[in-house]
């Protein structure tokens, strides 16, 4: 089964808490959080994966 990783916003102006990111069998291995945007704020430099 492909991951899933939890995604936090550290932007302390961003309504966006936490979304999750389902991944397919299609996605590269060095793909990971670094590479993606939030979808609230629109900024790439202050998401972190939530550690469990």
Do not use: K, S, W
């Amino acid at each position: 089964m492909p991951a899933t990783v939890e995604v936090e916003c550290e932007n302390g102006d961003c309504e966006l808490d936490m979304f999750e990111v389902h991944y397919t069998y299609d996605v590269p291995d060095e793909h990971g959080v670094d590479d993606l945007v939030c979808p609230y704020c629109d900024r790439d430099d202050t998401l972190a994966e939530i550690e469990l």
